[in-house]
């Protein structure tokens, strides 16, 4: 079956400083993107930034940033330089044919 | 703002009473998805389009259905609602011919009683 695993249910950072959250798919597709998704109090559903597999270069979003390791099926997220209004859930997502399979969430405290 | 609404945002209902949801887009994107999502089970793919009249099973179709008639529209119906079907309903198209970048409307909160 095809998963993906976020196994952190929370993570704390205080502002200004860099957290990691992480993120561990599995999937049979050979050519295939993968993404972040923010969800703040709003419950609205915000595409955070996305990864193209086969490309050797980690994206990256002004203060978002991911490490992609294809061989570890990993996939990481990094913000940089934290801020308040970064408290939210986030999920990561990767592809099953014409389905994403999201992963359980990580829910992200900012400490002033 | 890939011009997704959903209707109603917020509804209350008795355990048997049928529920229908609207998902409506602006961009007449192909695919077209419903999630439900709980705590603890992030999103979880209820049904989905891929075009008018063609649709297909999600991971938790069981008790629901959906329609398609038009591009812009889909439908998604709780024939007799249950106590279980208490969620937060997603909709969301996808840009990508292969059905990947989604985007999502803002969500319908559902009790049922």
């Known amino acids: 079956a095809q998963t993906v695993t976020q196994s952190q249910p929370e993570m704390s950072v205080q502002e200004a400083e860099t957290v990691t959250l992480s993120c561990t798919y599995d999937t049979s597709e050979s050519d295939y993107y993968l993404f972040w998704y923010k969800q703040p109090p709003s419950r609205q559903m915000i595409l955070v930034i996305r990864?193209?597999?086969?490309?050797?270069q980690n994206a990256t979003e002004n203060r978002f940033s991911v490490n992609f390791q294809k061989a570890a099926k990993s996939f990481s997220l990094k913000i940089s330089d934290s801020q308040l209004g970064d408290a939210a859930m986030y999920f990561c997502a990767a592809p099953n044919t014409d389905k994403l399979i999201f992963g359980t969430g990580t829910r992200l405290q900012v400490f002033p | 703002d890939a011009g997704i609404t959903q209707s109603p945002r917020h509804k209350v209902t008795e355990t048997g009473t049928p529920v229908t949801l609207r998902c409506h887009q602006t961009?007449?994107?192909?695919?077209m998805y419903w999630y439900r999502q709980d705590p603890g089970h992030g999103l979880r793919l209820i049904h989905y389009s891929y075009g008018v009249k063609d649709t297909d099973k999600g991971e938790v179709s069981d008790g629901y259905s959906v329609s398609r008639s038009k591009t812009e529209d889909f439908l998604l119906t709780l024939e007799s609602a249950t106590s279980s079907q208490t969620s937060v309903y997603f909709c969301a198209i996808s840009v990508m011919p292969k059905g990947e970048t989604q985007y999502f409307g803002p969500g319908t909160r559902l009790l049922v009683l």
């Open positions: 990864q193209e597999a086969y490309k050797q």
């Open positions: 961009e007449n994107h192909r695919y």
